[in-house]
């Protein structure tokens, strides 16, 4: 996979997840994770393929966490998955649909087990502190995740508590691709919000 600048994770947008993912499509932001702990199953199959219906025939990656057993139901282009959750290697198998899977990784010995994986990207995280997680992973520091991006045989995507104070500093630590929760799902103007942080990248991850 080439640059592909801001990751938006959905999670409890204020607007609704139906807004904040056409903003994200209009914004043009490549990657869409939509990520919805502890939701009956049904709600998120109704909202993934809202979402679907969004995404589809725009440059805009929908990607389901967790759960790709959902994710190939409502024809999602990829899963993201957890250290614990099924294995990628699995996941090819069961489910061919899904062309991306990418994984979670919270330190260098998870990112090195990461390189022989058959996934698409990892993700880098947490960089900062962050409330998303009920139990979060400890945080890493931007000199913990340049050596983590550094040592990646995949695309690497910074995430936690990054917002557009921090995000300037995590580029400069080497992060090419960056995950927004709260800095977009926690605005009454997500769309305003995208573009703010999307001119805070380097140009060549923006194009």
């Known amino acids: 996979m080439k640059p592909f600048g801001l990751y938006l994770v959905m999670t409890d947008p204020i607007v609704g997840y139906d807004a904040c993912a056409k903003a994200a499509v209009n914004a043009g932001i490549r990657m869409l994770q939509l990520r919805m702990k502890n939701a009956?199953?049904?709600?998120?199959?109704?909202?993934?393929?809202?979402?679907?219906?969004?995404t589809d025939g725009t440059e805009?990656?929908?990607?389901?966490?967790?759960?790709?057993?959902?994710?190939?139901?409502v024809e999602a282009d990829g899963v993201h998955v957890g250290q614990d959750d099924l294995s990628p290697?699995?996941?090819?198998?069961?489910?061919?649909?899904?062309?991306?899977?990418?994984?979670?990784?919270?330190?260098?010995?998870?990112?090195?087990?990461?390189?022989?994986?058959?996934?698409d990207y990892i993700g880098v995280g947490?960089?900062?502190?962050?409330?998303?997680?009920?139990?979060?992973?400890?945080?890493?520091?931007?000199?913990?995740?340049?050596?983590?991006i550094a040592a990646a045989a995949h695309p690497a995507v910074a995430i936690g508590g990054i917002d557009?104070?921090?995000?300037p500093e995590v580029v400069t630590h080497g992060a090419e691709n960056v995950a927004i929760v709260r800095a977009v799902c926690r605005s009454t103007t997500p769309y305003t919000a995208l573009l703010h942080l999307?001119?805070?990248?380097?140009?060549p991850a923006n194009n």
Do not use: W
């Not at 009956?40 to 969004?54: F, G, L």
């Not at 929908?62 to 790709?68: E, K, R, S, Y």
């Open 40 to 54: 009956p199953r049904e709600q998120i199959i109704q909202v993934a393929r809202e979402i679907r219906r969004i």
């Open 60 to 73: 805009t990656t929908f990607i389901v966490n967790d759960n790709p057993a959902i994710a190939a139901e």
């Open 89 to 119: 290697a699995e996941i090819r198998q069961r489910y061919p649909s899904l062309k991306i899977i990418g994984l979670s990784t919270h330190n260098l010995p998870q990112v090195l087990a990461s390189r022989d994986q058959p996934i």
């Open 126 to 148: 947490p960089v900062y502190t962050t409330p998303t997680k009920a139990i979060p992973d400890p945080t890493l520091g931007l000199e913990t995740m340049r050596q983590m």
């Open 164 to 167: 557009a104070q921090r995000l």
């Open 198 to 203: 999307q001119s805070l990248l380097p140009t």
